[in-house]
C-alpha cells in the first residue's frame, strides 16, 4: 500500500530553486515579464517568440533550446509584480506545471521557479520513484540553477547570458543551432 501511494505523490512532485537579486520587484519583473525575454537570460535559449498576447501580458509563446527542441508556454495566471504559472512542453505532448514568483527578501528580491514536470512513459512505473529521485530531480535543478543565474546575471548586470554561461546541460544544449 505504501507503494502506491508513493507512485501517486510522485506523480505531482515540485522541484523549487530560488535566487537572490540585488534588483526592485519592479525592475527583476520588467525583465521576466517583457516579450522574448528568454533570449536575455535563458543560457539554452536560441529563440523565444510570442504568439499570443493581451496588453502587456504574454498568453502564449515558443521556446527553441540551442539543441532544436521546441515547447510552447501557455500562461494561465499573470499578476504584475508577483509572478505568473504556466504549462510548458511539446504543441502536441504532455506538460509541465511551472511557477515564477517574486517577493521581497530585506532589501532584494527572491525569485523562485517552480516545476511540476510530467510523467514520461519511457520510464517503468516501478523504477520512476528512483529515476526521479536520482536522475530528473538532479537535471531539473541543474537547469533552474542555471536560468535564475541567467535572470541575475542579466539584471544585475545588464548584459545578455551567452549560451551555456553557466554550464551545458545535456537535455536541452547538447548541439547549437
Known amino acids: 500500500m505504501q507503494y502506491i501511494s508513493t507512485i501517486k505523490t510522485l506523480k505531482m512532485i515540485n522541484i523549487e530553486s530560488?535566487?537572490?537579486?540585488?534588483?526592485?520587484?519592479?525592475?527583476?519583473?520588467?525583465?521576466?515579464?517583457?516579450?522574448?525575454?528568454?533570449?536575455?537570460?535563458?543560457p539554452f535559449c536560441?529563440?523565444?517568440?510570442?504568439?499570443?498576447?493581451?496588453?502587456?501580458?504574454?498568453?502564449?509563446?515558443?521556446?527553441?533550446?540551442?539543441?532544436?527542441?521546441?515547447?510552447?508556454?501557455?500562461?494561465?495566471?499573470?499578476?504584475?509584480?508577483k509572478g505568473y504559472d504556466l504549462i510548458i512542453g511539446k504543441e502536441l505532448g504532455k506538460k509541465s506545471f511551472v511557477k515564477w514568483r517574486l517577493s521581497e527578501v530585506h532589501d532584494k528580491v527572491k525569485l523562485s521557479i517552480?516545476?511540476?514536470?510530467?510523467?514520461?512513459?519511457k520510464i517503468s512505473r516501478l523504477l520512476y520513484p528512483l529515476a526521479t529521485l536520482f536522475f530528473i530531480k538532479p537535471q531539473l535543478k541543474k537547469y533552474l540553477s542555471s536560468v535564475?543565474?541567467?535572470?541575475?546575471?542579466?539584471?544585475?548586470?545588464?548584459?545578455?547570458?551567452?549560451?551555456?554561461?553557466?554550464?551545458?546541460?545535456?537535455?536541452?544544449?547538447?548541439?547549437?543551432?
Open 18 to 42: 530560488s535566487i537572490l537579486l540585488k534588483s526592485s520587484i519592479s525592475d527583476v519583473w520588467r525583465v521576466i515579464s517583457k516579450p522574448g525575454y528568454l533570449e536575455r537570460v535563458h
Open 46 to 81: 536560441h529563440k523565444n517568440t510570442v504568439l499570443k498576447k493581451q496588453g502587456d501580458k504574454i498568453l502564449k509563446d515558443k521556446l527553441i533550446y540551442i539543441n532544436g527542441l521546441e515547447y510552447i508556454r501557455e500562461f494561465q495566471y499573470w499578476e504584475t509584480n
Open 114 to 121: 517552480q516545476i511540476n514536470p510530467y510523467r514520461s512513459q
Open 148 to 177: 535564475l543565474k541567467g535572470v541575475k546575471w542579466n539584471v544585475e548586470m545588464n548584459e545578455v547570458v551567452s549560451k551555456n554561461q553557466f554550464g551545458s546541460h545535456s537535455w536541452f544544449s547538447n548541439k547549437a543551432l
